[in-house]
């Protein structure tokens, strides 16, 4: 029996922040000291980035907010609004963007009906509410009120792992299930002015998105290409726990991102994916670049640089990790998704294709998963 992830599709707010103006309101603000300055300077301008989007409509200089909460676009100050009042948006404009990917994923899944869907598997770290994001799709897709309803909250980055492999596991336990993932996450709700250099990277890093995707193991037509969920593993990295993490504060939610995580990855990215790719023994032996394609998670330019140089990738095994970084910046747990939905895309080269991803979050996490590309 083979699983497979019929359909993914994405989506994002309509608020565009440029990367150049969302540098310059950064510093200048005035609680920057000349350091701080300097480092937003680097951190923005090494960042690969061209383009993010965000559910705070504040968030632009276009912006003519009567009262702003986050962003006064009269005096280019960022505001630092309570947490309470960052989760009431993400509540808001958080449910949309489910409900959204959600609802392309469905249309998209040729042979699959609302009717069909059996379980729902939803995804974030940047907000709660209850009832959740999973009763909204529910609800707002017309699910069946006895769909089985799962959420993974507050894991980071490489949460969709786990849930594609949860939706997997609930395949292989009934062949004729149908799974909805869906991963949303509102990241830019946290940005803050600050001195902190961990404050300014996730700041000139993350943005908003969602991604979702249709599984099952039911035996339908290929119509467009597909990717066969084959094996997944999970490691712990020996160090790292202080160098990536994922708090609350009474401003936002606090990102804490060393600058020491690309070289945590750099030391222990081919430990961690021995046990993944030890499930295929057509692999043993192999270079990582013979391995078509390679779906990162782009948590920074600098951890896909580390990634390439380790394993011996060629730049175009990147590219579609660092187009996403470009377009759309990190949305953590739903970035990954993005990258696998461009793999999809690109044109067929004949046959199948083999892709490896990998995602790395707080511990230090590290995900992985081996796919194939069909059709």
Sequence with gaps: MTVMLRSL???????????PQVRDVFAAQPDLTRLGTRLVGAAFDSSGIDTRYTAVKELTLDSNAENPV?????????????TKTRNAVYAEEGSKLFIEAGRRALEAADGIEAADVSHVVTVSCTGFFNPGPDYKVVRALDLSPAVQRYHLGFMGCYAAFPALRAAKAFCEADPEAVVLVVSAELCSLHVRSSNNPDTIVGSSLFADGAAAAIITARELPLTGPVLSLDH??????PVGEESMAWNIGDEGFEMVLGTYVPHIIDENIVSALEPLLAHDISLEGKAYSDIEHWAIHPGGRSILDKVEAKLDLTPDQLTPAREILRNYGNMSSATVMFVLKNILDQPSSGGNGRVCSMAFGPGLTVETALLTKIG
């Design 70 to 82: 986050f962003f006064d676009s009269r005096q280019m100050r960022i505001l630092s609004p309570s």
């Design 232 to 237: 997944f593993e999970t490691v712990l990295t």
């Design 9 to 19: 599709e994405t989506a994002v707010p309509e608020t565009v922040m440029v990367q």
